[in-house]
């Protein structure tokens, strides 16, 4: 992907108007394992695929708290998230201590979105090598915000990012209309299903008949439910209850460079984010 003289610093733009520093840390989003956030008429729910670097070490945390009413899932290089999430709670708590009330979502990401896009712009920075679903709830109800290292965000219904994660993507835009009306425990189940298709095409065989020893974290925020990041033994029940309603079909995963490839062309133009799924004003 080296691009000569035109990738050399973030500021530089090349003759097809492209900024390839900012299209390299989108990249890196591609290398982290996939993460789903989607949520009903009351409650957001983030799930992460855990799987450890190595079989010598422990998974990483994939879903990080931020407030009581906010927490985020990561895809990508984590040491950026946690500086982002560091900023995060650094706002929100000035904001509870300044208004005595919840930060509204919409408006801290967009503030979140002021920070990383000033690293676009500065020859001393790089633009932070991490992409957010960031699940929340305030007065106008829950929401699933997507955030990419370009400093674009989006209200999202459902979204997936991470390395495969188009097939889950795939799910989503399936399921989508069932979302809204769903129970707690519906709505996690959908999570993980849409998880499941993420795995590897061997992984995703031989988990096929144990689909309840997956590595995977849940999160869930909504009315009267601060976030909370479940324990090993809540979502050992509800993976015990998505695999007894079925896996999904093992759909053969595609690399996100082909299906942008097929979208349309890339080499004429920026490689804008595709949104796969409905997105919401």
Request: charged share 20%; hydrophobic share 30%; aromatic share 8%.
């Amino acid at each position: 992907m080296f691009r000569n003289q035109y990738d050399s610093d973030v500021t530089v733009w090349s003759p097809q108007g492209r900024l390839h520093q900012v299209e390299y840390a989108m990249e890196a989003v591609k290398l982290g394992t996939a993460t789903v956030g989607l949520k009903n008429r009351d409650f957001a729910v983030l799930v992460a695929l855990s799987k450890p670097s190595s079989e010598l070490s422990a998974s990483q945390r994939k879903i990080i708290p931020i407030d009581d009413h906010l927490g985020i899932s990561i895809a990508g290089i984590t040491a950026d998230a946690r500086v982002i999430s560091r900023y995060l709670r650094s706002e929100c708590l000035s904001y509870k201590h300044s208004y005595g009330s919840t930060y509204p979502v919409s408006r801290l990401i967009t503030n979140l979105g002021n920070k990383m896009q000033t690293t676009t712009q500065r020859y001393d920075r790089r633009p932070y090598g991490v992409g957010l679903l960031v699940g929340g709830y305030d007065e106008k109800g829950p929401h699933i915000y997507q955030v990419t290292p370009s400093a674009t965000f989006y209200n999202c219904k459902a979204n997936s990012i991470g390395s495969r994660s188009q097939s889950a993507r795939t799910y989503l835009e399936r399921n989508l209309d069932k979302f809204l009306n769903c129970s707690n425990d519906e709505i996690i189940c959908h999570g993980i299903s849409a998880i499941h298709g993420s795995l590897p095409t061997d992984e995703m065989q031989s988990k096929n008949e144990s689909a309840s020893q997956l590595n995977i974290t849940i999160a869930i925020v909504g009315k009267n439910q601060p976030f909370k990041i479940l324990s090993e033994k809540e979502t050992q029940i509800y993976l015990t209850m998505a695999s007894e309603k079925g896996a999904p079909p093992a759909n053969q995963p595609y690399d996100d460079d082909e299906s942008t490839s097929q979208a349309g062309p890339s080499t004429s133009g920026p490689r804008d984010p595709i949104v796969a799924v409905a997105t919401e004003d």
